[in-house]
């Protein structure tokens, strides 16, 4: 019985020695964007992504938590744009603030504070298109060991990429009336 023990405790232990080192060659850096063609020029896109007051109306996140805090602060739009949440479910909480605002690029920096600590950069890019704009919401960030981990098992291009298709399908919607 005591053989049969150690047996299988050394095979879990191979197991998740192995599963750590083929975790450890994943990129030590993420990438998820998704993107859509709105019939609407920059002018009225733009306005809804640089003011965190209009994220309400068509970001995905805002949902998760209808309990979540808010806080929206520094500039009123644009750099300098700040925004808090603090949520006690799936939206966890963190801290956006707007580095670079332009009528072809958004660049805001997104810290979440929990479920777990994480330093990221959000860019929306809004070229011209043959009907309108194309824009396009990308993440980037590390990826520290436990991510990679969780990578074996579940794609963050998966999670996060069906959350952006939907944030701009939203977008799309306000933004065409």
Do not use: C
Request: proline share 6%.
């Amino acid at each position: 019985m005591l053989k049969t023990i150690l047996i299988i405790l050394a095979v879990i232990v191979v197991a998740a020695i192995a599963l750590v080192v083929f975790a450890s060659t994943k990129p030590d850096t993420f990438h998820v964007e998704r993107s859509a063609t709105i019939a609407a020029p920059p002018e009225k896109i733009v306005p809804l992504i640089n003011d965190f007051h209009q994220w309400q109306a068509w970001s995905p996140y805002e949902k998760l938590d209808p309990g979540m805090s808010r806080s929206i602060g520094g500039s009123p739009s644009g750099q300098g744009a700040t925004y808090a949440w603090d949520g006690s479910g799936k939206a966890g909480a963190g801290r956006m603030e707007i580095l670079e605002s332009s009528a072809e690029k958004i660049v805001i920096k997104l810290d979440f504070s929990k479920p777990f600590e994480a330093h990221n950069i959000a860019t929306f890019t809004l070229s011209p298109a043959a009907s309108g704009t194309t824009v396009t919401w990308a993440m980037d960030g590390p990826a520290p060991l436990i991510a990679k981990v969780m990578g074996v098992f579940f794609s963050m291009d998966e999670m996060i990429g069906k959350d952006f298709a939907e944030g701009l399908d939203n977008l799309k919607g306000i933004a065409e009336k």
